[in-house]
């Protein structure tokens, strides 16, 4: 990054990765400059709490939810406001990921979504 001439950094979960961040925490582990390295990563149920705080510890501040048939990611709506609770607890900034043919299935969870970063 500093031989290119970039100061700051943000690393996206890449989406065939799902919820699996070893990646991402390996790379975030072996940077030195975690200060000026930000990560967003994909949270699901299955991304336990204590995954979530050593994330944040590494520099990730934010989410990205996947859901809809376009990203083969048809969770239920608990499933989406539970990842953007725990998401809004650490203070993460959120980003729902929706193909545009399917955003009236899920009006209920945008219009109950409170109080986030974005």
């Known amino acids: 990054m500093r031989t290119m001439g970039f100061q700051r950094g943000v690393i996206v979960h890449a989406m065939p990765y799902d919820a699996d961040h070893r990646l991402l925490i390996d790379t975030l582990k072996a940077n030195q400059d975690r200060q000026d390295i930000r990560a967003i990563g994909i949270i699901k ?5 204590a995954e979530l705080d050593l994330m944040n510890s590494l520099g990730v501040c934010g989410a990205r ?21 725990r998401t809004k607890e650490l203070g993460w900034h959120i980003r729902l ?3 545009g043919p399917h955003i009236m299935d ?5 219009s109950s979504i409170k109080d986030v970063t974005y």
């Open 45 to 49: 149920d299955s991304v336990s709490d």
């Open 106 to 110: 899920y009006g209920d969870i945008f």
């Open 97 to 99: 990921h929706i193909a």
């Open 65 to 85: 939810i996947n859901i809809g048939k376009y990203y083969k990611q048809d969770r239920s709506s608990d499933s989406v406001r539970r990842s953007i609770e």
